[in-house]
């Protein structure tokens, strides 16, 4: 059965000048490209993404929690909160070979996110199913018979549209939760969705924690699906509160990475000032700058030097080498 579906939203003033202002802070941020390429950083805002998502659907683990059980440490938790962030993590990490414009990629990620944790997981709900808010109901999704033939229609739709990305996958996003393709982990779906899309679009978006905002304005979030719900399912207010968190989102990481990159610029300073045209060991470097851990000195001296070509390696195809010296670029 085919369905006369297609979003209805009204563009506004608001969330043109909102679009705007992203796009210049996003122009300002890939002048750093190389301070996001550090795994160090890219790996705590995918942290911050997976802790503030899975907060959302109430999994009491804290970010340290979630850290430990990353890294495979022993976490005292309910086994279904620990699984939550293992599945939700190794999900993430299939973001940017996942394909948002495909409803089987969609499947798998669903998989794998709620593996042991859903009966369906992978698959769309058979049962009808609604959203509540103290015990009343604020929605309640399409049955489940018209599940697959409503997708198909806004996939179509995403692919097809002629419109701003930031707008366009807000739209998604919203229309994706209303339909509520699946018997639970929607919204963690909807989440990673909208952060896939728009990195495609713009890879940056991949290691911005859009999630952490949408958690801090849990609330908000919340009433703005419900007051697109009382209005037929109009999502212009859904539309507004999605690209006011996608502008701090980007502000934040914006004053993050500037930061780090001040720290580091004073950092990679005191180096260069050691550095010569005879190349020095790591432990040289080391007693020199007065550190006594290198793992330290690699992650805050070296590594960000090298990654904006400041210093090199005396033996480049060998980086872990222990014979490994480094010197000035262009000694």
């Known amino acids: 059965m085919e369905f006369d579906y297609r979003p209805e939203y009204v ?17 300002t941020l890939q002048a750093l490209d190389n301070l996001f390429k550090q795994p160090q950083l890219r790996r705590v805002n995918r ?7 899975l907060a959302i659907e109430n999994n009491s683990l804290t970010f340290e929690q979630v850290t430990a ?35 089987t990629d969609t499947l798998k990620i669903h998989g794998v996110m709620m593996k042991g944790l859903a009966a369906e997981a992978g698959k769309f709900r058979t049962a009808a199913v609604g959203v509540f808010s103290g015990g009343r109901p604020v929605h309640i999704a399409p049955p489940p018979q ?8 806004l996939y179509d739709w995403v692919k097809t549209e002629k419109l701003n990305e930031l707008i366009k996958y807000s739209v998604f996003h919203y229309e994706f939760e209303f339909i509520h393709p699946f018997g639970d982990g929607n919204g963690r779906m ?24 949408i958690k801090e304005r849990q609330r908000e979030y919340y009433d703005a699906f419900r007051a697109c719900c009382a209005d037929g399912g109009k999502s ?7 690209l006011k968190a996608l ?16 720290s580091q610029t004073a950092q990679i300073q005191k180096l260069l000032e050691i550095l010569g045209y005879i190349p020095l ?3 040289e470097i080391g007693n020199r700058l007065g550190l006594k851990s290198l793992s330290a000195l690699r992650v805050n001296y070296l590594t960000p030097a090298l990654e904006l070509g400041l210093i090199a390696m005396s033996l480049p195809d060998k980086p872990t080498s222990k014979n490994q010296k480094y010197y000035k670029a262009g000694m």
């Open 11 to 27: 563009i506004t003033n608001e969330t043109l000048d909102l679009a705007v202002q992203i796009t210049e802070r996003l122009t």
């Open 47 to 53: 942290l911050r993404t997976i802790h503030s998502s």
């Open 69 to 103: 059980v990353i890294n495979g440490k022993t976490v005292i938790a309910p086994q279904n909160e620990i699984l939550e962030v293992k599945n939700a993590y190794e999900a993430y990490t299939l973001l940017e070979e996942t394909d948002p414009f495909s409803i």
């Open 146 to 153: 018209n599940v697959p033939a409503l997708i198909r229609r």
């Open 190 to 213: 909807g989440r990673f969705l909208q952060t896939a899309f728009l990195a495609k679009w713009k890879p940056l978006f991949a290691y911005i924690p859009v999630e952490t905002v």
């Open 236 to 242: 212009t207010r859904f539309i507004v509160f999605m």
């Open 247 to 262: 502008l701090s989102a980007v502000r934040n990481i914006h004053n993050d990475s500037a930061d780090i990159l001040k």
């Open 281 to 283: 060991s790591a432990q």
